[in-house]
């Protein structure tokens, strides 16, 4: 197989591994931030598929990773279901607080296959212009995380709002999961179908979700995304990142049906891969502030993880998104020292 990315997610074992980063594209990269002033407003730079095709292929231009993830953001779905999604600078992003599931109009589901096309076609554009042997990831938030912010109408640290609506209305809960979960699977299907590779479910904020919802808002949504994309006929391999979920991820890999997880980096890389089904892919798990001083202390930790994770398939990556204020130098170190790994 031509990507050593693919072959690994297929469950081959790779030295050294493929590697990319999450938020590969994006702020720390002056390319980035070029591109990015010339489209004030961030979901229109999102829509753009020249521009989200130009700034996917720039980390892989500069570092040669294995994987291109597609310029894109999992708030697409909610802009779509007309939450009036918006990024202010400086605050991030701002949505309508959603009171009531039916304010909803669920003919905007119907209509996701037309709002996002052009992430489909930044997908064609990219694919096109990939090295073959470079994969390309498409990917959604996972319906809980997305709840957090058409709940919270922005960021949150606790996610109070989200979490007093699933304990005292459980069953517009579910009606909310629902409607989220099937623009997800719209969203996914169209990226898969446009020439994605793979395909991932960022849940950046299952840890937020108390244990005892989290089979039902965490697991079984992921589980009924991944079924609903086979029997579409839509076999692209899917990467599960639930978040900080510790020990959940032994139950998560059990029933969602993904071919990888990424580890964060508050878990235990070591106890996953003895943990874990042989069968499912790890991807993870460097702290992504491990890469702001770089030098020996990231040398050892990105030691740690290859020992670990060797003879099992893995991917690395960080434990969570590339931060601004990272160092170029310190990511073409990190690389350098992945791809030094076998010898
Ligand atoms: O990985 C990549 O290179 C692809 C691009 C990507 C973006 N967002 C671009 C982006 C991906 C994979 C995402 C996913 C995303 N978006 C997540 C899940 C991953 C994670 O980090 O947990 C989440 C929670 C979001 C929501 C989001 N988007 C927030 C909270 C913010 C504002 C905070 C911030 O970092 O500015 C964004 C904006 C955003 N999405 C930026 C980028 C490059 C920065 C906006 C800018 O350029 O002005």
Not at 17 to 33: F, S, T
Not at 210 to 233: C, E, F, M, N, Q
Request: negative net charge; proline residues 6%.
């Amino acid at each position: 197989m031509a990507s050593r990315f693919l072959d690994t997610l297929s469950g081959t074992p790779h030295t050294p591994p493929p590697v990319w980063l999450m938020r590969q594209a994006g702020r720390y990269m002056a390319d980035y931030r070029a591109l990015r002033s010339s489209e004030p407003d961030f979901i229109s730079f999102c829509l753009n598929s020249d521009k989200a095709s130009q700034v996917t292929l720039q980390p892989i231009n500069r570092f040669g990773f294995d994987a291109a993830i597609i310029f894109s953001d999992i708030l697409l779905v909610p802009w779509a279901l007309k939450r009036n999604v918006r990024f202010v600078t400086g605050t991030g992003p701002l949505l309508d607080r959603l009171e009531r599931v039916t304010d909803i109009d669920l003919s905007h589901l119907d209509d996701i296959k037309t709002t996002l096309a052009p992430v489909g076609e930044a997908i064609q554009k990219t694919r096109a212009a990939l090295p073959v042997d470079t994969a390309l990831i498409g990917f959604a938030g996972a319906p809980w995380t997305i709840i957090t912010y058409m709940l919270e109408g922005q960021s949150s640290r606790d996610f109070p709002a989200a979490r007093k609506w699933l304990w005292a209305n459980e069953r517009e809960f579910d009606n909310l999961l629902d409607i989220v979960t099937e623009a997800t699977i719209e969203f996914l299907a169209l990226q898969a179908n446009a020439g994605a590779d793979a395909l991932m479910l960022f849940d950046s904020w299952a840890s937020a979700v108390p244990a005892h919802y989290r089979d039902r808002i965490v697991s079984d949504p992921a589980a009924h995304i991944i079924t609903s994309l086979r029997k579409r006929g839509i076999m692209q391999p899917v990467i599960g990142f639930p978040k900080g979920i510790g020990e959940g991820l032994v139950r998560y890999c059990d029933i969602t049906g993904v071919q990888a997880v990424g580890i964060d980096h508050g878990t235990d890389l070591a106890w996953a891969a003895r943990t874990l089904p042989e069968d499912v892919v790890l991807q993870g798990n460097l702290d992504p502030l491990a890469l702001i001083g770089g030098g020996t202390a990231m040398q050892d930790a990105v030691a740690h993880i290859l020992d670990v994770c060797d003879g099992r398939p893995h991917i690395f990556n960080l434990g969570h998104g590339i931060t601004p204020e990272t160092p170029l130098a310190h990511v073409d170190a990190l690389v350098s020292m992945i791809r030094g790994s076998d010898i």
